[in-house]
Structure formats: C-alpha cells, structure tokens
C-alpha cells in the first residue's frame, strides 16, 4: 500500500504533497502567532518567514518549474495562480481589521492599541500589496507585509525557471546582490522595506534547492529543524543586527527544505501534516486581529489564551473550507486563460486515484 506522502496529489499543481514541509509550514505560522503574543524575549521569531521565503522558492519550482521552462505556462497564468492563492485572504483580514478599528473608535472612542490606525496610504499599500514599500511602516493587518513581498519578489521565479540560462543568471545575480543589500542595511529583522531583498535571496535559495533533491537524512533534517526553532524562540542572543547569525538561519531552513522534502512520513501523520500545511496561511493572517480582539477581554492571562487557541483554529477551518478554496478557484477559473497544461503522464496518474485525494491546495 502507497503511504499517504505517496498518494496525496493536488489538483492545483498535480504534484504530490511535501507532507513535511507542510508540517513545518503550519508550526512555523504557528510560532509567529505565539510570538505576536509576546511571550518571546526578542524578536528572532519572525525569522519563521525567512523559512516562508526559501520553502516558497523551493515549492513553486517544483510546482510549476518544469511548466514555465518548457512554456506550458505563461507568465500570466503564474501571477494568476499567486494572486488567487494570496490576494483574498490578505483583503478579507485586512478589511476585520479596518472594522474592529472603526467599531472600537465608535464604542470607546480610540482604537485598538494594538492595531494600526488606517491611513490612506497604508489602505493603498494593503489594496495593492505593496506594504512598508511607501510608509515604511505596517500594514493594516500588521504579519500582512510579508505577503506582499511573497506576491511581488515570488515573480522572480518567472525567470529563474526560464529555459533561457542568460536569463537564469541574471535573476540569480539579481537574488544574490539584493540579499546582499539587506544585509549590509539592517538585516531581515532590523529593517521593514529591505525585507523584500531578504525575500528574492531566500526564493532564489528555494529555487536552487529544487535542483539538488536528496532522499535520504530525513533525521538530520528533523533535529536541524527542532533546533532552529528552539533558537528562534528561546535563543539568548538575538539575531537582530547580526547578519551572520541571521544567515545562519537561512543556511539552517535551506537544509531542513533539502532533507526533508522528499522525506516519507507514516500513514497515520498525514492527515495532521496536511492539515497543517491547508491552515497555515490562516494562523499567519487570522492570528493578529484575533489576538488583539481577545486581548480586550478583561480576563487573566492564561484565560485568554485558552480562549485564543481554539478561537484562531476554528476561524482558519472556516476560513479555509469556505472562503479561501472557493475564492482561489473562482479567481482561477475566470482570469486563467487555460493554457496551462499537465504533462500526459501527470493526467493519467491523477485519473488513476481516489476522488477524495483530488483535491484542490496551492502552496
């Protein structure tokens, strides 16, 4: 019998699930989450998006690599496929943000202390997904800014998975001097608009990943992974204003993606692995106003936090079930031109499977 990493293919890239990465994708939001929560000493947390950037990288490679190299897909069905996956989730958060900003300016007459006031530039920023770009500030929904950078610096794959090598090599260069750059500027941590060079360094990382597969050193790539993490969270030294230690982690994610995307997990994990992998953008989006919601009630501690914990997971099981996939596929099915097309042997093993593992998940 298949194990459930061999069996699970998606309809939206017709690929199987990396049922680990998913995992990791999920504890990862997770970890911002807690973190937004200030339970942290400092801020090396948000370094989880780091890993967001090169698991990106790595993911539309292989998702849709071989499509844009041998031109099956256009450019424009890419940014199609981004947009439908990105786009709806960030303007539904950011449009609750914006009401609970207006509804406790009109109850208690001042907003939220925890949510930035709307401004007019900010509003044009979060529209059009380029946040911190023009106000070097945040967002409406504040863990929102990275997703403009996801949308924006993932069209450099467009090239990187060019037939053309003229072209590889110039976005390549490209990736490396903007990462660069943010280095010498702050870092990842230090600086809100450099973050987007921080972005085309670790999606180029992702994409170089893809070429070097391995299938084997699965624990290695675990125990990397629990320390990573256990330094993010607990590290009594910050990363902040420290390129080196900060590079030290995009070379720590780069190697957890390496050893354990192909890495088989047992039957009985996968389902909480897939699970983990559909919700996660939820916890990331979701997470903010939740807890600045919560954080109004004039309850001890540790209440909220019961109350915040299956709060924000029921809210992503409904916000993915019936908002974010509809609106993905509607978005898909009406700007998609439909020539994007699957490999004949993808087409044949997909009609091979059980219905119920059809299902319809982006990266």
């Known amino acids: 019998m298949q194990s459930g990493m061999e069996r699970a293919v998606t309809l939206t890239f017709k690929k199987e699930r990396l049922l680990p990465l998913d995992l990791l994708r999920g504890l990862a939001a997770s970890v911002v989450a807690v973190g937004h929560a200030n339970v942290f000493s400092n801020l090396d947390y948000s370094l989880c998006v780091v890993f967001f950037y090169i698991l990106s990288g790595y993911v539309l490679a292989y998702a849709y690599g071989e499509a844009i190299g041998s031109d099956r897909m256009t450019a424009y069905d890419f940014a199609v496929i981004r947009i439908a996956r990105l786009y709806p989730l960030h303007i539904l958060t950011a449009a609750f943000v914006a009401v609970m900003w207006s509804v406790s300016v009109v109850l ?3 907003g939220l202390s925890n949510l930035s006031k709307p401004t007019a530039t900010g509003v044009l920023e979060t529209i059009t997904l380029t946040q911190s770009l023009f106000t070097g500030g ?15 610096c993932g069209l450099i794959m467009l090239p990187l998975c060019s037939s053309s090598r003229m072209l590889r090599a110039v976005a390549v260069l490209v990736c490396v001097l903007a990462y660069l750059a943010t280095a010498m500027n702050g870092g990842f941590i230090g600086s809100m608009t450099w973050r987007y060079g921080t972005a085309l360094g670790c999606f180029a990382v992702g994409w170089g990943l893809h070429f070097l597969r391995i299938d ?12 990573a993490f256990t330094s993010m969270m607990f590290s009594p030294i910050s990363a902040d204003g420290r390129p080196l230690l900060e590079f030290g982690y995009v070379v720590a994610f780069a190697l957890v993606v390496l050893l354990l995307a192909d890495a088989k997990m047992p039957e009985w994990t996968s389902g909480l692995a897939s699970l983990s992998g559909d919700l996660s953008y939820g916890i990331y989006l979701w997470h903010w106003p939740l807890l600045c919601a919560v954080g109004t009630l004039p309850l001890p501690k540790p209440i909220k936090a019961i109350i915040f914990a299956p709060l924000l997971v029921g809210v992503c099981l409904l916000s993915f079930k019936y908002f974010e996939v509809p609106a993905r596929r509607y978005i898909r099915s009406q700007w998609s031109s ?3 097309a699957a490999p004949p042997a993808v087409e044949t093993a997909k009609a091979t499977l059980p219905r119920v593992l059809q299902l319809d998940r982006a990266p």
């Open 108 to 110: 208690v007459h001042h």
């Open 338 to 340: 439909g020539k994007a």
């Open 216 to 227: 084997r050193g699965a624990w290695i790539g675990w125990a990397i992974a629990v320390f």
């Open 138 to 152: 945040w967002s409406l929904n504040t863990p929102s800014w990275s997703i403009a950078a996801e949308l924006w």
